[in-house]
């Protein structure tokens, strides 16, 4: 069957994401919408930024593990050096840990891979309608977390972290070294340690072999087995 050739008011959306099976399995579903395109593909930081430079979307789907770099770094960058483009978080991690940070480095929206092809393509629609996208579960608590500065009700004890050092944290649950992660951070070795002394005291941890094992848990909990 041939395909229609899509008018000129269709909405492009370049697909940010690590694995190219995601990609393209988000790409399926957003080019048999009549009013949806794909503009294109990264999978990290730089080769997002280098797209929306060369093609200027109008909106871009974000995932927050990348290659070699993290998708919140890169929202926030995204919405400094574009305002008007419109972002929106597609992730597998924990809602309760991300969702709020992703509003807050400029995301219109999170939704959850495991939510299925129709939900995604709802998040993407209120999104681009000019509303904010959460789960029904995460809603109130996002009203509740930036209106009274309380954490959700079940939330994730990482939710007490920074971003930098939730970004550490998952990468200590991965089993990266220091040096690794002192370079996917592009931070010195001294401040990973610095970082993950803040972690232990924060969770109530002892030794870094305590973070990765909590990491680890958190990861694989999550469905992000390292």
Same mark, same amino acid.
């Given at each position: ?20 099976? @995601? ?11 009549? !009013?949806?395109?794909? =503009? ?17 979307? !109008?909106?871009?789907?974000? !995932? ?19 305002? !008007? ?23 219109? +929206? ?5 939510? +299925? ?9 209120? @999104? ?44 200590? +649950?991965?089993?990266?070294?220091? =040096? ?23 969770? +109530? ?16 909990? =999550?469905?992000?087995?390292?």
């Amino acid at each position: 069957m041939l395909q229609m050739e899509k008018g000129s008011d269709v909405t492009r959306l370049l697909i940010v994401d690590d694995h190219p099976l @995601v990609r393209s399995g988000i790409k399926a579903l957003i080019t048999m919408e009549d !009013d949806l395109d794909v =503009s294109g593909e990264a999978e990290d930081h730089r080769e997002a930024l280098d797209a929306i430079a060369q093609d200027m979307p !109008d909106m871009v789907l974000v !995932d927050i593990s990348l290659k070699n770099s993290n998708g919140l770094n890169l929202l926030k960058e995204i919405t400094q050096t574009y305002p !008007d483009l419109t972002t929106l978080a597609v992730s597998m991690h924990d809602e309760y840990a991300y969702a709020i940070r992703c509003l807050k480095a400029g995301a219109k +929206g999170y939704i959850m891979k495991q939510e +299925g092809t129709e939900k995604i393509l709802e998040a993407i629609r209120t @999104v681009l309608d000019g509303k904010t996208y959460l789960s029904s579960m995460m809603t109130q608590a996002a009203v509740d977390q930036l209106g009274a500065g309380k954490s959700p009700a079940g939330a994730s004890p990482v939710e007490a972290l920074s971003n930098r050092e939730l970004e550490l944290f998952q990468l200590t +649950g991965q089993g990266k070294e220091i =040096s690794e992660i002192a370079e996917i951070m592009n931070i010195s070795p001294r401040t990973v340690e610095v970082h993950r002394s803040h972690i232990k005291k924060k969770l +109530g941890l002892r030794t870094s072999t305590d973070i990765f094992q909590m990491a680890y848990e958190w990861l694989r909990s =999550s469905g992000m087995q390292p």
